[in-house]
Nanobody, 121 residues
Framework: QVQLVESGGGLVQPGGSLRLSCAAS????????MGWYRQAPGKQRGLVAR???????NYADSVKGRFTISRDNAKNTVYLQMNSLKPEDTAVYYC???????????????WGQGTQVTVSS
């Protein structure tokens, strides 16, 4: 059973920083990509940042220059460093991984339970 466990959310003032972590565990053969999505109240879930094998990354326009995604392959962990946070960054942040579990012959998409990030003074 594959699990994604997030940590690092919380309350921060505008202009502050937070670092989110997401660790994938369980029977995993390989991970193709890991990323972060977010969903604010009344809005659809959307991509924040994603990193694929080889290290290529892509970001939502709204976070470029402020957020940085990185990955520790040895730990099956992805990080999201969020700087210069704005109130509009307030949302539940979800970790996502596209990976191949052990015992199967196909890739699947997996989600974490979500972590709340609130930017407010």
């Amino acid at each position: 059973q594959v699990q994604l466990v997030e940590s690092g959310g919380g309350l921060v003032q505008p202009g502050g920083s937070l670092r989110l972590s997401c660790a994938a565990s369980g029977s995993i053969v390989s991970i193709n990509a890991m990323g972060w999505y977010r969903q604010a109240p009344g809005k659809q879930r959307g991509l924040v940042a994603r990193i694929i094998n080889g290290g290529n990354t892509n970001y939502a326009d709204s976070v470029k220059g402020r957020f940085t995604i990185s990955r520790d392959n040895a730990k099956n962990t992805v990080y999201l460093q969020m700087n210069s946070l704005k109130p509009e960054d307030t949302a539940v942040y979800y970790c996502n991984a596209n990976l191949r579990p052990g015992g199967t012959g196909y890739d699947g998409n997996y989600w974490g339970q979500g972590t709340q990030v609130t930017v407010s003074s």
